[in-house]
Nanobody, 113 residues
Framework: QVQLVESGGGLVQPGGSLRLSCAAS????????MAWFRQAPGKQRELVAY???????HYEDSVQGRFTISRDNDKNTMYLQMNSLKPGDTAIYYC???????WGRGTSVTVSS
């Protein structure tokens, strides 16, 4: 079955950390550029970060220095380590094949005191 499944979201206080995971199945994961997007309430979905097949990464300006994207090709899994979280990071976080049409169902992140 071809799918992407996100996990690791939750409620965290400002300044806290979360680690999101994206487990892929049914695709040749190691060959794809993978990405994290997020959609905050009332806003459009936006790119957070992407990682190439060889591990090069790119970040949206607002998360640069706070978030780290990584992948484990042996486990068909991508990660997003999120540190120094802010209320503005509150959103549903989705993983996807960058430029493709396969999306996970998302995991909710809420940053609030």
């Amino acid at each position: 079955q071809v799918q992407l499944v996100e996990s690791g979201g939750g409620l965290v206080q400002p300044g806290g950390s979360l680690r999101l995971s994206c487990a892929a199945s049914g695709i040749v994961f190691r060959t794809y550029v993978m990405a994290w997007f997020r959609q905050a309430p009332g806003k459009q979905r936006e790119l957070v970060a992407y990682i190439t097949a060889d591990g090069s990464s790119h970040y949206e300006d607002s998360v640069q220095g706070r978030f780290t994207i990584s992948r484990d090709n042996d486990k068909n899994t991508m990660y997003l380590q999120m540190n120094s979280l802010k209320p503005g990071d509150t959103a549903i976080y989705y993983c996807t094949i960058f430029g493709g049409s396969l999306w996970g169902r998302g995991t909710s992140v809420t940053v609030s005191s």
